[in-house]
């Protein structure tokens, strides 16, 4: 059976996605996870994805495949090809498709805005961080939770694209924005917990 390479580190939310992802359509005996540090120049993830970011899925002909909504719809169609059953993203004969891949947009919004504060906290002196521009990020962050906090996605035994990239975004604010997001968001809270039951591998994906 071909296996893949996927670059990946255990607190990207991108790269839990994958996991998950893979998980779900019985792919994950396939992948071998090869720790990427994207602060390293000489990491070789940075002429696998030139622009220096993970995941990256690397296939056996040596060519990559990136970014983490790119791997999931290539997992997605070589799950399909093996006729392994299970579809995280509708086909495009499928009206939902546009749905789940919105809301996929929406929650990778999210973690993205998360991640940049990260990075601002992290790599800015502290007198060069603009608060306009933080509080801008953050704004993105609490809008898309009113909105999504309105009307969570249903998901069923198996969650499509959007619902694994929604509980990958919020496990991301648990670990690096103190959880500070549950306490406005009762339902999304118990969205989460829900995820995490029918999903193992969110828990088993959790970063230590
Ligand atoms: N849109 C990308 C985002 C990936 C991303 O931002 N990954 C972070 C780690 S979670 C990264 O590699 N950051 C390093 C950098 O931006 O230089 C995806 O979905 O894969």
Redesign the pocket.
Known sequence: MTRYVLRS?P?????R?VKIAATLLGLWDRLDVQA?D??DPADTVRAQNP?????VLLLPDGSAI????V?VDWLDALAEREGLGSRLIPPPSDPARWTVLTRLALA?GI??AA?LLV?EGRLRPEGMRSQPWMDNQQSKIDRALAAIEAAPPAFGPVPDAGCIALACALGYLDLRHGGRWRAAHPGLVAWLARFAATVPAFEETRPA
């Open positions: 580190s607190a990207s939310p991108f790269g996605k990427a994207t602060t622009l220096g970011k993970i995941p990136y970014d983490s909504r791997i990778d973690a993205d991640l990075y």
